[in-house]
């Protein structure tokens, strides 16, 4: 499975940012695709992720209300919409893949990585 992030940029805090992950290869393997991000000198943290089987979504404390994960399944494309974002979301987002349904937050199960893209929020 090959995963491709786009959308990251710089925006002001309280704008907006859509993230874009289109996935290719083995597609039909994939039953959680999650976007996980890591900021400057931190470890990666889980921020949400999108259930195949029946669109179950979760997302980290940090972001629920503020950032919506959805799919598109014909374009095989997970979407990461971010509003009001602050400061503190800066980071790396990449976007992952696994064929465990249950994988949930824990990032140590995620398979397949894309390349990440780039979120800087400034105050």
């Known amino acids: 499975v090959q995963l491709q992030a786009s959308g990251g940029g710089a925006v002001q805090a309280g704008g907006s940012l859509r993230l874009s992950c289109a996935t290719s290869g083995r597609t039909t393997s994939v039953r959680v695709v999650g976007w996980i991000r890591q900021a400057p000198g931190k470890e990666r943290s889980f921020v949400a992720a999108?259930?195949?089987?029946?669109?179950?979504?979760l997302y980290a404390d940090s972001v629920k209300g503020r950032f919506t994960i959805s799919r598109d399944n014909a374009k095989n494309t997970v979407f990461l919409q971010m509003n009001s974002l602050k400061p503190e979301d800066s980071a790396i987002y990449y976007c992952?893949?696994?064929?465990?349904?249950?994988?949930?937050?824990?990032?140590?199960?995620?398979?397949?990585w894309g390349q990440g893209t780039l979120v800087t929020v400034s105050s």
């Open positions: 999108i259930r195949y089987s029946d669109g179950n979504q």
């Open positions: 992952a893949s696994t064929n465990n349904p249950l994988a949930g937050s824990r990032i140590r199960m995620y398979d397949y």
